[in-house]
């Protein structure tokens, strides 16, 4: 499925918190802003994972992996729509919690996963 540049924001909103949850890497952050854009004023958003590749440059399995960890984290919601149709993303915004100061850098507990 397509993305219609001309029906969405040109922009994404990042959460001030989620740049300082150290749990994430940066292409989870990147994805997400990507989700905020497309979702624009709308609730949800609903980009297989070949249209965020082609946009955003990432392998499918980077964005796979980084999907889970955005969902582990309650950043986003997904519903799991089955057979050969498209999850449906919405993006969360969340409090900031003692866990998002885990590690020294950002990503580095990652690196024993």
């Not at 989700?35 to 994972?49: D, E, F, R, V």
């Not at 729509?81 to 850098?105: A, D, S």
């Amino acid at each position: 499925m397509g993305v219609c540049m001309d029906s969405i924001e040109s922009w994404g909103r990042i959460p001030a918190n989620m740049m300082r949850d150290k749990r994430l890497a940066k292409n989870d952050i990147i994805i997400y802003c990507y989700l905020s854009m497309i979702q624009g004023t709308n609730k949800n958003a609903y980009p297989s994972l070949s249209t965020i590749a082609d946009f955003l440059g990432l392998y499918n399995t980077a964005i796979s992996r980084s999907l889970k960890r955005l969902e582990k984290y309650n950043w986003i919601k997904v519903e799991r729509r089955g057979g050969k149709k498209v999850n449906i993303y919405e993006t969360l915004n969340q409090p900031i919690t003692e866990n998002f100061m885990e590690g020294t850098k950002r990503g580095e507990h990652l690196k024993n996963k």
